[in-house]
């Protein structure tokens, strides 16, 4: 890939996804590679971003001393490399401004009472989440969360393809996902949570429905969110996401796979 081109962009920009994250974000002006004063420009948020610091100068050492998070909280800035994980990172806290700062805030209490070291399960929930989490968005009454809890994936992405949009729509918060979607193969999962959202939402101004679920989702961060992980989705069945949605895709169990059975 190459990292300050915007020809991989380019070619997936139609994708639902970006279509979604063009409507807040105007990438698809970009005439250049989105440096860190594009960014600080195009999508702001509650910190600046930065050059991630040179190997062998003091900042670096800084950061791993404090380690990602925590240079963070002390220092109001976010490291940024010149890639699309760090430029869709970016995306999100400009999207999501209080759900980002809420999970390095569990961070950082985590490190207080436990240390840097080891991570521990709950932290790499978090990062789980933070990397590759996905808002399955509904309205009242709907029942596809609970198709997707059971893994009944037929029922939910064929059997009731024509709610998506209407009644229930994912949104990505993963910035890893949407990196991953530059060049999307088969396999693909997110870790997704349902927040509920009240009539109309769906026929709101995108902007508008970002900054509701960004205040709905911020309330449910708490650490024991993320005591055990959250449940998985192959988004690349969603309606729409996939170039070739046939009854063959649909029916590979390797990637969409039936719930295991728990003694």
């Known amino acids: 890939m190459a990292l300050e081109s915007l020809s991989q962009f380019t070619i997936v920009q ?7 994250l063009n409507q807040v974000i105007p990438l698809t002006e970009l005439t250049h590679w989105p440096d860190v004063r594009v960014l600080n420009d195009i999508v ?21 001393n404090l380690g990602y998070e925590g240079y963070i909280a002390e220092t109001a800035s976010i490291p940024t490399r010149k890639n699309w ?14 759900s980002k700062q809420r999970l390095n805030q569990l961070h950082i209490e985590y490190i207080q009472q436990f240390g840097l070291h ?17 808002l399955i968005v509904h309205a009242e009454g709907s029942r596809i969360p609970e198709m997707l809890q059971q893994h009944h994936w037929q029922d939910a992405f064929v059997n009731h393809r024509s709610v998506w949009g209407s009644e229930v729509q994912a949104f990505m918060f993963g910035h890893a ?18 927040i509920e959202v009240p009539m109309g939402f769906f026929k709101q101004d995108p902007v508008l429905q970002v900054r509701l679920l960004d205040a709905l989702l911020v309330q449910r961060l708490e650490r024991s969110f993320f005591k055990q992980k959250l449940p998985p989705i192959p988004y690349l069945g969603i309606p729409g996401w996939w170039n070739q949605q046939d009854e063959s895709f649909y029916s590979n169990t390797d990637h969409f796979r039936p719930k295991r059975a728990h003694p």
């Not at 702001?44 to 791993?64: F, H, K, V």
């Not at 929930?125 to 590759?132: G, L």
């Not at 530059?182 to 949570?193: D, M, N, Q, Y």
Request: aromatic share 10%; hydrophobic share 40%; charged share 15%.
């Open 14 to 20: 139609n994708h639902p996804v970006f279509i979604m």
């Open 44 to 64: 702001p948020g509650p910190y600046t971003y930065i050059d991630n610091p040179m190997p062998s100068t003091q900042e670096a050492l800084r950061l791993s």
């Open 85 to 98: 994980h760090d430029v869709f990172n970016a995306c999100i806290w400009h999207q999501y401004p209080h």
């Open 118 to 134: 080891p991570r521990g399960n709950v932290r790499d929930n978090i990062t789980h989440f933070d990397e590759c989490g996905m």
């Open 177 to 194: 996902n949407l990196e991953l979607l530059l060049a999307p193969h088969i396999g693909l999962t997110a870790k997704w949570v349902a």
